[in-house]
């Protein structure tokens, strides 16, 4: 892991660009404890902080990375697992490595091929390729974006880094809110690609990358995930997955330095684990939160000790929750509402203790169909299958319905076809729902959340629905919740985190698999089930997804009413939202009349991170 950073100009760079690129770097040292360096010439700077995960024999190589010539310089953030047979590939055809570090293989595969190299690596990245001769700057990021990269332009210069802090070190560059992505952030908890909360920073999108030269600048997609179920027998599925799942886990154990795996409850990190034992002694981790309904930590203690790890846990308070909020905040950089985000930095910081490099089981359920909410497509079939105006017929019965009424929600999803029923794994609030909340005065109008979404269900109309669900999740949950959270708060404790079902060999293959075997028996993930049968006990593999489940409605009641009556009433609340309506909200909330707890959580976490980058 590694913190990346620089910008590049037309016009030449100023007097005290090597101050500038420092200080960008410093605001990236929990990424890359270990070291770095920067670079400076007429037209380009670049910046560098290393995390080291072994491998390296002898005093560390001077940083950042160069060719033979030096002609080329590269700040890399990430893992190529499959640099060795590329290294014996190029130095077959001439090439001269200087260093045993993965990252020097970008350089050589660039002079090879250009910007198609990208094709050829297999692994997480972020990086920055400056050709000082041709004076271009080449950025590219993983297809699944699991490496973080954003960018800002101020007149014809180009600046980027790995988080949105290290940007705004830069002279000119000054924080303010996106009002376009906030009713987005309302939808989906977080902004979607390639925006972000700040006006005027993007993030480049994930499979592509981005060249600048004297001449303009090119964004380009290199990669793109088809989705092409085939018909196969169950044990051809089973087969490959097992294959590929053991070499994806091969592959993300590389190097030399104390690694371990976050262990869940559920089938994902509990087969990781169960591959890493095979071949090592491992570490495992896990959290729960005091006053939850669901014990996340028995059933991943119990799987420990089936598995002979060496386990550790944590239990979680809400006092300590809510204290390590603005450190949370500051580290993920943008607003991202999801509370499993707080319960992964308190993961990660208890790996951190004890290893630099930490397996995860991102990006198993929108590879292997792992939400609940896959399944609805099925259960709504009955209904979507009746005629045009008989479903209307249902659906104004069911708008007489009162609130709460039994099958009222069921009969709406049910006759609403997909694109106007699904934006992603969370919705927060709905359309008619913003109209009450935000501040008509600030947003006269926006833009449909469905606006952003309809792309992609265009892309899909092929596919069954359960598969255009993932499809969407893909492009816009993983990229825009899961991977944001699951960096940063690593990153926070400068800790390694590597997503072996991530492994773009294995997405693809998981591409080519029917519902009929992802969605069986009344579970989710059935073919993942029924692959990691082979070194799982069987009540593990049956156990349901739970994730990391945290009591944030009981919390708000119990423990932050009021916090949030305090944050609720401030003057930025009043800039932003229609303050009657918030305290009726959370007045409902706090007496039980109603749960709005993640959407109370959504706006408390906006106003925080406001406070925090555009306020302090």
Sequence with gaps: MSGICGFVSREGLPPESGDIIREMSRRLAHRGPDGGGCYVDDH?????????????QGAPPPLPLTDET???????????????????????????????????????????????????LRGMFAFALWDSRERQLFLARDRFGIKPLYYAWLGSTLVFASEPEALFAFPGLKP????EMLPHYLTFQYVPDPETMFQGVRRLLPAHYLAWD?????????????????SKPLSHFIDLADSLLKEAVRLHMSGDVPRGAFLSSGIDSSSIAALMRRREEVNTYSVGCAGGRHDELAPARETASLLGTRHREKLITPEEFWSELPRILRCLGEPVADPAAIALFFAARLAAEEVKVILSGEGADEAFGGYQIYREPLAVAPVQGLPAPLKNCLRGAADRLPAGFKGKNYLH???????????????????????????RELFPTWSPAGSLTAP??????????????????????????????????????????????????LVEFAATIPRKYKLARGTTKYLLRRTAAAYLPKEVCRRPKLGFPV?????????????????????????????????????????????????????????LWHQLFLEQ
């Design 44 to 56: 380009a700077a670049l910046g560098l902080r290393h995390l080291s995960t072994g491998g390296l």
């Design 70 to 120: 030096s002609r080329c310089v590269l700040v890399f953030d990430g893992a190529i697992y499959n640099h060795l047979s590329l290294r014996r590939e190029l130095q077959g055809r001439g090439h001269r490595f200087k260093t045993g570090m993965d990252s020097e293989t970008v350089l050589h595969l660039y002079q090879e091929m250009g910007r198609s190299c990208v094709s050829r």
């Design 176 to 179: 303010a809110v996106n009002l």
């Design 214 to 230: 004297f001449q303009g600048a090119e964004s380009k997609r290199y990669w793109q995930l088809r989705f092409n179920p085939v």
């Design 413 to 439: 999803r049910a006759t609403a076809p997909l694109e106007k029923r699904y934006y992603g794994n969370a919705l927060i609030f709905p359309e008619a729902e913003k109209e009450k909340l935000l501040n």
């Design 456 to 505: 992609y269900f265009k892309r899909s109309r092929h596919l069954d629905d359960s598969t255009r669900m993932q499809h969407l999740d893909f492009y816009t949950w993983l990229p825009g919740d899961i991977l944001v959270k699951a960096d940063r708060m690593t990153a926070a404790h400068s800790l390694e985190l590597r997503v072996p079902y991530l492994d773009h060999r």
């Design 551 to 607: 009591p944030i409605a009981a919390w708000i009641r119990k423990h932050y009413y009021g916090d949030l009556e305090a944050l609720l009433r401030g003057k930025t609340a009043a800039t932003y939202f229609n303050l009657p309506y918030l305290e009726e909200m959370l007045s409902a909330h706090g007496q039980g009349r109603a749960d709005y707890g993640r959407r109370l959580w959504t706006v408390a976490i906006f106003l």
